[in-house]
């Protein structure tokens, strides 16, 4: 597709279920980042990929989040035994990164999770 | 570390009126400097971006940002607004790469700025 996509757009879970959050990069972008967005928090930026690898994990919540790459492309969010305090929009973002943080980054619609 | 303000959590303007959001930052490198705009659930979509050369910074549907760095600030104008304006804007720094693999790129957001244009 011509952006980043991201599915599913929304999701409702019981505290305590895990949750898979995909998201598709615009095709030939190596650069790969999860945001969380919350009332509370504002926009957080929670881990990077270049590539398949995730250089720093350090921005994620709690060892409950985790997060992969496959072949360049797809990434996989993973929230294990949500809390109400997960709920929250996820925006996934890409960009081609030749340098460093001079290229822009092309957000995706988001999925927003609701944790009861 | 960098951190980014947003002076102004909530803008009401009239609609043709002019409109500066504000923006402050803190950062002991060298940053990059964004504007993104969202609407109302969407994603963001990036307005203009300082990156070096002149401090004056034009970007699409009408808007300019002045990066003054003795202020450490990179305030967003536009002339003249209209009603599909509305909506919330956040300013974003990233620390500049030197090199292949040296920054990360993420964005460091302020906590946003909602613009209202009433008619």
């Known amino acids: 597709g011509a952006g980043v996509s991201q599915s599913p757009s929304n999701k409702v879970t019981e505290k305590g279920k895990d949750v898979e959050l995909r998201c598709d990069p615009i095709s030939g972008h190596t650069a790969l980042y999860w945001y969380r967005q919350s009332l509370g928090q504002g926009l957080e930026f929670l881990i990077y990929?270049?590539?398949?690898?995730?250089?720093?994990k350090s921005g994620l919540p709690s060892d409950r989040f985790s997060a992969e790459r496959t072949g360049g492309s797809v990434s996989t969010l993973t929230i294990q035994r949500t809390q109400q305090e997960d709920s929250a929009v996820y925006l996934c973002a890409s960009s081609s990164r030749q340098r460093g943080g001079r290229e822009t980054q092309y957000f995706g619609p988001g999925t927003r999770l609701l944790v009861l | 570390a960098q951190s980014v303000t947003q002076l102004d959590s909530q803008v009401p303007v009239f609609e043709e009126a002019p409109v500066e959001l504000r923006c402050n930052y803190s950062s002991s490198v060298s940053v990059y400097l964004f504007w993104y705009v969202q609407y109302p659930n969407q994603g963001l979509q990036l307005l203009l971006k300082?990156?070096?050369?002149?401090?004056l910074v034009k970007g699409i549907k009408g808007v300019e940002a002045q990066f003054n760095k003795s202020q450490t600030s990179f305030h967003l104008r536009k002339p003249s607004v209209h009603i599909s304006d509305t909506a919330e804007y956040f300013c974003a720094v990233s620390e500049s790469g030197w090199d292949y693999g040296g920054s990360q790129g993420n964005l460091i957001f302020g906590k946003g700025t909602k613009l209202s244009v009433k008619p």
């Open positions: 300082y990156l070096s050369g002149s401090t």
């Open positions: 990929f270049q590539g398949n690898s995730a250089p720093d």
